[in-house]
């Protein structure tokens, strides 16, 4: 799909990208692939390569994000502190993207790892060895994903049932505090109460709903997306009375979703995605206002759904009538100030 780019010139920051190698996990997931694999397989190795070339497709990206995805884990780390090498690779991409040779756009200039919140008050030296390992690191991510339906998410996830609850795992979001750490929540839309919930037992703790907080089209919600979008909406407006929480517009090409349901053969227009995103992403605008949402591509994972310069043009749809300042705020602003990047705006 190509299409002529809106606004070129205005600044993005994009707040949630993977970089990973898939390659040596897909032995483990025998034909037929669920979905979510299925979708992945034409990237299962996700470079800096292949990011930059999106990123210079022809939007004005600034900046990026990198989220963790459990990636490039170091071994000789030891058990709770693997998940050091993924934050030591990326802080080389971040490196080789500062170089300059490579033009202005500042790729990794955040990272968000990942350190085991299960690990409760321990999780704090993992966290200290995450920091010591990038001067870019700025939070982390300790997904709660979890559905009774094992079709839904398939064999890759499945977090405890009311993991983000656990008195526990608790324990070690307050280390992830201690240390003015932010924390990126995923879960899926049923379990919405659940982030509610630690929002308001740790209101100074800044907190990401990733992904419009995930509405589910596959598997036994197939069919059900007008139905649940009452419930979904409740629960964003009650999260949104959290000062602590920001929402991240964007995850909706998911094959979870099924926005669009083709996948990416489809082909899918920016007007037609538009229209399919908008009572998702206006209601989050709506309730969380236009200086606590920022736009995000989830790449390459929202390839099963949307080309990246088509996705953003979708995004620019949605916001055709909102103030320079609004999309100012929505597009890299708010990004900026919540991970703490702000010098990329400078």
Avoid at 271 to 282: F, K, N, Q, S, V
Wanted: hydrophobic share 40%; with cysteine.
């Amino acid at each position: 799909m190509t299409e002529a780019i809106l606004e070129p010139d205005l600044p993005i920051i994009d707040p949630h990208h993977h970089l990973w190698d898939l390659r040596p996990m897909l032995p483990m997931f025998p034909e037929p692939r669920h979905h979510f694999i299925a979708a992945l397989v034409d990237n299962a190795y996700y470079t800096f390569d292949q990011l930059h070339a999106h990123l210079t497709g022809g939007h004005n990206i600034v900046g990026t994000v990198f989220m963790e995805c459990g990636a490039f884990y170091n071994g000789a780390h030891g058990e709770a502190k693997k998940v050091v090498g993924e934050v030591e690779y990326v802080n080389g991409v971040a490196a080789q993207s500062a170089s300059g040779i490579y033009g202005d756009l500042r790729a990794c200039a955040g990272i968000v790892g990942h350190a085991d919140l299960m690990l409760g008050s321990a999780a704090g030296e993992v966290l200290d060895a995450l920091q010591a390992a990038s001067p870019r690191f700025r939070g982390i991510r300790h997904q709660g994903a979890w559905d009774a339906d094992p079709e839904v998410l398939g064999p890759p996830f499945h977090a405890p049932e009311g993991l983000y609850r656990d008195a526990t795992f608790r324990e070690g979001i307050g280390e992830v505090g201690k240390r003015g750490l932010s924390f990126d929540a995923w879960v899926l839309e049923p379990q919405l109460p659940d982030v509610i919930d630690l929002a308001r037992a740790f209101p100074d703790q800044p907190i990401c709903l990733d992904h419009c907080g995930t509405p589910l089209g596959v598997a036994s919600y197939r069919g059900k997306l007008h139905e649940r979008f009452d419930i979904w909406r409740h629960n964003i407006k009650e999260l949104a009375l959290c000062e602590n929480v920001v929402v991240k517009l964007g995850g909706l090409a998911m094959a979870f979703c099924g926005l669009p349901d083709e996948g990416p053969a489809a082909g899918s227009t920016s007007e037609h995605l538009a229209g399919l995103w908008r009572p998702y992403i206006e209601t989050c605008i709506e309730a969380f206002g236009p200086n606590r949402a920022m736009f995000e591509s989830n790449y390459p994972v929202d390839y099963w759904g949307a080309d990246y310069q088509v996705l953003w043009n979708a995004f620019k749809h949605l916001t055709v009538g909102a103030s320079a300042d609004e999309k100012a705020s929505l597009y890299a602003g708010n990004a900026a100030r919540f991970y703490r990047i702000e010098e990329l705006l400078a």
